[in-house]
């Protein structure tokens, strides 16, 4: 099965990652509806989008006609009832919350035909949970969309324990249409395959910190200016054939034993959140800034991805 049907678009939660998910769809051509239950979020979705874009268009790759065109195919939805009229996919992107997401989907259920596929961009929780007792749990899939979502490429398709073939390929060619790079999960496993890594990598940076060996600053550094930079261009496995897998296997045999292996957040964040740094939102995490400051980091960001991206699909 293709995605010939997948063109009607319903993204339910106009957050952070719904607006951007349904921007994206909207310039690779579907018709979207976007729906929150909070008014005001809906309302200011609209500016966020034709914000956004005007970053894309100051780096050349989009015209003004191309953003007018796409921002007049997403429509607001009065309540859930006409988000799900006539769509052939919905996209939920509502808080992380099992029971409110348990909730949602028993009403898309009812209010979508048979045949729409029922998506979540759930980071964590078990797609096969989400699904749990509704009448046709084959047509659930995992969606992970990353942060910023109209920038970021790469899409988790999650394949929970009953999701249909089908319904997996309807997706993944969808994504691959609107210019994204899905790739296969196959099985529903929690952090999926990149909040598995990416955790990992937070676990052992926090340690390393906690441990005295290095400042929270010098971490992000080695990072930033050392292996990270090739990371866009060459994923871990492709690095490793390069160095060579008989060197990581004697690197792994004398480093593993000192890596950190806990099972519980660390006492160094833990201790963090007990004293109200919860980072950017509270001006102090590891890195101290005023939200002003954020607000420049994260719009400078978005900048230097696109710039990357532009570098690295122009080159494929
Ligand atoms: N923020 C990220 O970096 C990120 C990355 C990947 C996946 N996700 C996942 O995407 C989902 C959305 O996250 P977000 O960061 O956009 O959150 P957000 O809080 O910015 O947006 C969630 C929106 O859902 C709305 N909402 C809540 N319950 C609703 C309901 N029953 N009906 C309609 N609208 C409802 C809220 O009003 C809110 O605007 C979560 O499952 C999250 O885990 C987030």
């Known amino acids: 099965m293709g995605d010939n049907g997948l063109k009607n678009i319903g993204v339910l939660g106009a957050g952070l990652m719904g607006h951007g998910i349904a921007q994206l769809l909207a310039v690779g051509g579907c018709r979207v509806r976007l729906f929150d239950e909070n008014p005001q979020i809906l309302g200011a979705a609209f500016q966020r989008m034709a914000d956004n874009l005007q970053v894309f268009l100051r780096l050349g790759m989009i015209t003004q006609d191309q953003i007018e065109l796409a921002l007049a195919r997403v429509t607001p939805a009065r309540d859930l009832a006409d988000l799900c009229q006539g769509q052939d996919l919905i996209i939920e992107a509502v808080s992380e919350n099992l029971e409110v997401k348990r909730k949602v989907f028993t009403s898309l259920e009812d209010l979508t035909t048979p045949q729409c596929i029922l998506a979540s961009n759930t980071s ?183 710039k990357i991206l532009r570098e690295i699909f122009t080159e494929q």
């Open 124 to 306: 964590a929780i078990s797609i096969g949970k989400i699904a749990q007792g509704l009448a046709r749990p084959g047509r659930v899939v995992g969606t992970h969309f990353w942060n910023p979502p109209h920038v970021v490429p790469c899409v988790e398709v999650i394949r929970a324990p009953k999701t249909e073939d089908a319904v997996m390929d309807a997706v993944f060619a969808l994504l691959r249409r609107v210019g994204k790079r899905p790739v296969r999960v196959q099985k529903d496993v929690p952090g999926f395959v990149g909040n598995r890594m990416q955790h990992a990598l937070w676990r052992e940076a926090i340690a390393l910190v906690q441990e005295g060996i290095a400042s929270a600053e010098d971490v992000d550094e080695v990072v930033r200016y050392g292996f990270g930079l090739r990371l866009a261009f060459l994923g871990p496995l492709a690095t490793a054939d390069l160095a060579g897998l008989d060197l990581a296997y004697e690197v792994h045999k004398d480093l593993f034993p000192h890596l950190d292996r806990s099972t519980e957040p660390s006492p160094l964040l833990t201790e963090k959140i007990g004293k109200g740094e919860l980072g950017a939102k509270s001006g102090q995490g590891f890195h101290k800034g005023t939200p002003e400051e954020l607000r420049q980091v994260v719009s400078r960001r978005d900048e230097v991805l696109l």
